[in-house]
């Protein structure tokens, strides 16, 4: 995994990314995700790849879409950073990297306005139209409907900078209110409590771009109760799902017989060592640098020593 | 003839270097003829109102080499019977004089008051020395103008913090929709605001004006769209708003929005990854 992060977080890598340029071609963006993949010893075959990067695309999809606030895109890639740095917290060297990179960003991007955010994420919306690919933690989550197309709540917190709709203000030729009323809609909004941060280090605050598979993983939820519903979906999350067990076979036919044992050493990230080849840690390696890490953290509650 | 064959081809060539992904579509109404205007981040094309035939585009300037701000234009309406203008990203309004009919259409003035990308532009007939046309940026700022030989700024609203995406003007009121989910209505001889909306949750897309009747439609990212009032008080000559229908459009960001009559009794709505267009009606 730490190929991966290192290639992925080159300088000459990002100096690339970082020119001014229009969005990849679906073609050649697929072109460099498959290069990533392989950028260790690690080989997937088509039909792996080609689930992993659909996978890919709908969960980054459903984070663009969902972002209450343009800008909000950049903490979402923030939160991204955040998780990277979490895996290779003891490589100082690949840190440093992946710091740089973060502190790029944030000069880069931190002073654009709310307009050049949205034409930003308008472009990367229409690369991703027509998108409707399933997922089942999606499906499970109720986040997608059994079409493919996302849940969009008309509930919960407003963006930062936006008031709870039904106020309406009239003011005379003097600038001075004179008339004051409300509507109502079937929406349920309440205001929001603080701004993500957008320095180096921070309190995101927006939950999206986060790991989508980490067992304890704080989900949007939108319903009254909400504190409660997160401690069912914790618990959800350990129990058996046959339609990610179903989704992740690929995966189980891609280690072989696989002897799952608690993780060595006192990491809160997720480490096997217990794979018998190389090549085998490498799976594992790509399949947590993608954020599918802790996904075998739920499996390895139920699964014991048996075949997936 | 020759010379449209010749410009054609060379804007085909200037298309395929890029794909035109047009941003903006829309109808331009003249006293005597209808133009089909559409902006991308190559320029402006307009055609006969059937899209039969292009009757004249306007290159923008794009740089060489990628810069780090996108070049587009955006924000298109008829005014003073005889313009078309068109925003730029620039911050730039091009008028453009359209001649009765044929393809003799001129750049008679750009407009340079907006120091941020153009958002949006609407106009109005215009009624002696009121402004005609308002310019809308991504700074929130608002440009009034009165049409002409030569354009005349009225009046200027200096933004605050929020994108303006959409304006329409009626009646000597400019209601503007902003990115955090805003309408305002401000009237346009005084630049005072006289009426502010909590409207939507989320970025607004799209305004539309019925004429007939002071109806303001408002469709935003939040899934909703919302039929609104506009009215003036007789007593007070006070502007008021009042809401009076909503309608959510079930997990869709609402990405344009615009009635079909000028009464404002019907509407229609479009929305991202929705291939198909919703139409709303009386009972």
Not at chain 2, 69 to 94: D, E, K, N, Q, Y
Not at chain 2, 246 to 263: I, K, L, S, W
């Amino acid at each position: 995994m730490n190929d991966i992060i290192t290639t992925m977080f080159n300088k000459k890598f990002m100096d690339e990314l970082f020119k001014p340029q229009d969005l990849y071609s679906k073609k050649a963006l697929r072109t460099v995700y498959d290069r990533l993949a392989h950028a260790s010893i690690m080989r997937l075959n088509q039909a792996s790849m080609d689930k992993l990067y659909d996978l890919m695309t709908m969960a980054f999809k459903y984070q663009v879409l969902l972002c209450p606030r343009p800008r909000d895109i950049l903490l979402v890639t923030f939160n991204h950073l955040d998780a990277i740095k979490d895996f290779i917290s003891d490589s100082p060297g690949i840190l440093n990297q992946v710091d740089e990179t973060f502190r790029r960003l944030i000069e880069t991007y931190n002073c654009l306005s709310d307009g050049e955010f949205q034409l930003i994420r308008q472009t990367l919306l229409i690369f991703f139209q027509d998108m409707h690919i399933r997922v089942s933690i999606f499906l499970k989550d109720k986040v997608q409907n059994s079409n493919g197309r996302f849940v969009l709540p008309i509930s919960g917190p407003v963006p930062w900078g936006t008031e709870v709709p039904g106020l309406i203000r009239m003011f005379n030729h003097k600038g001075v209110e004179v008339r004051r009323t409300e509507f109502t809609t079937a929406g349920n909004y309440v205001t929001p409590q603080r701004e993500g941060s957008f320095e180096l280090y921070g309190d995101r605050v927006l939950k999206l771009g986060t790991n989508m598979y980490s067992v304890t993983r704080p989900v949007e939820t939108h319903m009254s109760g909400s504190s409660k519903n997160l401690a069912s979906q914790a618990k959800e999350n350990i129990a058996p799902n046959p339609l990610a067990k179903e989704e992740l076979n690929f995966l189980a036919r891609l280690l072989g017989g696989l002897d799952i044992q608690k993780p060595t050493g006192g990491e809160t990230g997720f480490r096997l060592n217990l794979f018998t080849t190389d090549e085998e840690e490498e799976y594992a390696g790509v399949l947590h640098g993608l954020g599918l890490g802790r996904l075998w953290g739920a499996l390895e509650a139920k699964a014991g020593p048996e075949q997936l | 003839g020759g010379i449209q064959e010749e410009i054609c081809e060379e804007v085909l060539g200037v298309l395929q270097r890029s794909p035109l992904r047009p941003s903006q579509a829309v109808w331009c109404e003249l006293p005597s003829r209808v133009l089909l205007v559409l902006t991308s981040q190559r320029g402006v094309q307009m055609y006969e109102a059937d899209g039969s035939t292009m009757v004249f585009w306007h290159a923008l300037d794009v740089p060489e080499q990628p810069a780090a701000h996108s070049v587009f234009a955006r924000g298109i309406a008829a005014a003073g019977g005889r313009f078309i203008c068109v925003g730029t990203s620039f911050g730039a309004v091009l008028v453009f004089d359209i001649p009765p009919k044929g393809t003799n259409v001129t750049l008679s003035e750009v407009l340079e008051q907006h120091r941020d990308p153009i958002t949006d532009i609407a106009a109005e007939q215009g009624r002696d020395g009121a402004g005609d046309l308002v310019t809308a940026d991504d700074s929130g700022t608002l440009c009034l103008w009165s049409s002409g030989e030569e354009f005349t700024l009225l009046g200027k609203i200096p933004g605050c913090g929020s994108s303006c995406s959409s304006v329409v003007l009626w009646n000597g009121t400019v209601a503007a929709g902003y990115g955090n989910g805003q309408i305002r209505l401000w009237e346009a001889g005084s630049g005072r605001i006289r009426a502010q909306v909590s409207a939507h949750a989320r970025w607004i897309y799209a305004l539309d004006l019925a004429p007939l009747t002071g109806k303001l439609l408002s469709g935003a990212e939040d899934s909703f769209v919302h039929v609104w009032k506009l009215s003036r008080n007789p007593d007070t000559d006070d502007i008021e708003i009042q809401h009076c229908h909503a309608e959510c459009v079930t997990d869709t960001q609402v990405c344009g929005a615009r009635f079909c009559d000028p009464a404002g009794d019907t509407f229609a709505v479009t929305g991202y990854d929705l291939s198909e267009i919703l139409c709303y009606g009386p009972a």
